[in-house]
């Protein structure tokens, strides 16, 4: 599978591609194609400064990160939202990708998107970026970036022990600290309403308090 078995494939997703360098990096487990994009292909060195940004539930990177951007879209007279090509005029390299079934990235054969699952995928990519600039995260140069449900990803990416990058922007993160998810009730769970459940608990003796 490639970018061609997605919806940018076509020569109307194309169109939203101008101006951007198209890569497939294998994901890390299973070499699932991930679909990466950059901009200028002028040769990567060690001493960039390098961000991965990562999209939200509902987009692929392109419209956000790409919006109206590339010299097609240019020569039509249309203006550009491109956040990659401000990144790129203000000495930013920077690259971006697509998660499964979203965008330029085909679907697995499960079909559904898992957050362990996607921090894996982002870290493939760093993988594959550090190595196409011959740099390190100790470098302090490369940096990601997650919007929305991308940015849940990148925190999970950044609890990591020992994660691949140096410095972490979250913006508009999913994440609320202060939503508590309850447990399901203990017996409904059973289907069988005449079951009978037993519950024991054992007697430990009572706490003690460390002085």
Same mark, same amino acid.
């Not at 203990?186 to 460390?210: M, Q, R």
């Given at each position: 599978?490639?970018?061609?078995?997605?919806?940018?494939?076509?020569?109307?997703?194309?169109?939203?591609?101008?101006?951007?360098? /198209?890569?497939?990096?294998?994901?890390?487990?299973?070499?699932?194609? *991930?679909?990466?994009?950059?901009?200028?292909?002028?040769?990567? &060195?060690?001493?960039?400064?390098?961000?991965?940004?990562?999209? $939200? %539930?509902?987009?692929?990177?392109?419209?956000?990160?790409?919006?109206?951007? $590339? !010299?097609?879209?240019?020569?039509?007279?249309?203006?550009?939202?491109? *956040?990659?090509?401000?990144?790129?005029?203000?000495? /930013?390299?920077?690259?971006?990708?697509?998660? %499964?079934?979203?965008?330029?990235?085909?679907?697995?054969?499960?079909?559904?998107? &898992?957050?362990? %699952?996607? /921090?894996?995928?982002?870290?493939?990519?760093?993988?594959?970026?550090?190595?196409?600039?011959?740099?390190? !995260?100790?470098?302090?140069?490369?940096?990601?970036?997650?919007?929305?449900?991308?940015?849940?990803?990148?925190?999970?990416?950044?609890?990591?022990?020992? !994660?691949?990058?140096?410095?972490?922007?979250?913006?508009?993160?999913?994440?609320? !600290?202060?939503?508590?998810?309850?447990?399901?009730?203990?017996?409904?769970?059973? &289907?069988?309403?005449?079951?009978?459940?037993?519950?024991?608990?054992?007697?430990?003796?009572?706490?003690?308090? *460390?002085?």
């Amino acid at each position: 599978m490639t970018i061609n078995d997605t919806p940018l494939g076509t020569e109307e997703g194309k169109f939203l591609l101008d101006g951007l360098d /198209v890569y497939s990096v294998p994901a890390k487990g299973d070499n699932h194609p *991930l679909t990466v994009y950059g901009i200028d292909g002028s040769e990567p &060195k060690p001493d960039d400064t390098i961000l991965l940004m990562l999209h $939200g %539930r509902t987009w692929s990177s392109v419209p956000v990160y790409h919006l109206m951007g $590339g !010299p097609q879209h240019e020569k039509e007279g249309y203006e550009s939202r491109s *956040l990659m090509e401000l990144f790129q005029d203000n000495n /930013v390299k920077p690259y971006t990708m697509d998660f %499964r079934g979203f965008g330029g990235t085909p679907r697995d054969s499960e079909g559904v998107v &898992k957050p362990n %699952r996607c /921090v894996e995928d982002v870290e493939s990519v760093l993988t594959w970026i550090m190595a196409r600039h011959e740099t390190t !995260p100790e470098r302090s140069n490369l940096s990601l970036m997650g919007w929305s449900q991308g940015a849940l990803v990148a925190q999970l990416a950044g609890q990591k022990s020992h !994660p691949l990058f140096s410095k972490l922007i979250l913006y508009g993160s999913i994440y609320d !600290p202060t939503i508590r998810y309850p447990r399901q009730p203990l017996f409904t769970s059973n &289907k069988d309403a005449d079951a009978k459940v037993e519950i024991e608990n054992t007697w430990t003796g009572p706490c003690k308090t *460390l002085q």
